[in-house]
């Protein structure tokens, strides 16, 4: 096991590894334990009871975090010339269409989502293999899919986040940063918790949430009991 540096090894002392923290001193603890010279992200894992190899269990979805991520998330719209003013004056980074799949083909991905409207999708399809691993390619279901350009750019830029589970039943995502107040963090988390609880597969049976933990880009570890999640 590689060798934790010496700060590292101070704020891991602040977390008791016999105690599960409530949500309120998840978020008070998680602020001490950033230590790096940088804005470290506010990560939540979550271990669900699900199997996402059958359809009917796979939790997907989006969540606007009341003080959004703290991230500064750049926007792609693929659109057609009809649309392209709107999605320009919503706020998108990038705006256009055959020559961004183009570039993407070529390997470009600067970016963090992708809207795009439905009478385009037939010419992005291709993109899949490009934008697929990514986790790039515009979904209905993740609403970066539709005719509404300018309300999900705004969202997007607001911090509206998509999260899917992997395989292995783990969601994986960002509730903020380390700036960030413990109140703003607790209002994200809960936001993005309650989000879970309310998408249980009616199929997925036994304990739904397993475990949960917070940490910072570089900080450790804080498990979250699951009787302070369910209280929520």
């Not at 993740?142 to 969601?171: C, H, P, Q, W, Y």
């Amino acid at each position: 096991m590689a060798k934790r540096g010496k700060k590292y090894q101070q704020v891991a002392e602040l977390i008791d590894p016999d105690l599960e923290y409530t949500v309120e001193e998840a978020c008070d603890l998680v602020k001490k334990t950033s230590t790096a010279s940088f804005d470290e992200s506010v990560d939540l894992d979550l271990r669900l009871g699900v199997d996402p190899r059958h359809a009917d269990q796979m939790v997907r979805g989006t969540v606007s975090l009341p003080h959004g991520t703290g991230k500064i998330v750049r926007v792609l719209a693929l659109v057609n010339e009809a649309k392209q003013e709107e999605a320009t004056e919503a706020g998108a980074d990038y705006v256009g269409l055959d020559e961004y799949i183009t570039k993407i083909e070529e390997g470009w991905a600067d970016i963090d989502v992708i809207v795009a409207t439905p009478d385009v999708m037939g010419k992005i399809g291709k993109l899949g293999r490009h934008l697929g691993p990514r986790g790039l390619m515009p979904n209905p279901k993740s609403g970066t899919v539709t005719m509404d350009v300018a309300d999900a750019v705004n969202e997007f830029k607001a911090g509206k986040i998509d999260f899917r589970v992997d395989k292995a039943g783990i969601l994986h995502t960002s509730v903020g940063k380390a700036s960030f107040d413990a109140n703003a963090l607790r209002e994200n988390l809960v936001s993005f918790l309650q989000t879970i609880i309310k998408m249980r597969p009616a199929s997925a049976k036994g304990i739904y949430i397993r475990s949960a933990f917070l940490s910072t880009t570089m900080g450790p570890s804080i498990p979250i009991s699951r009787s302070s999640i369910t209280s929520i």
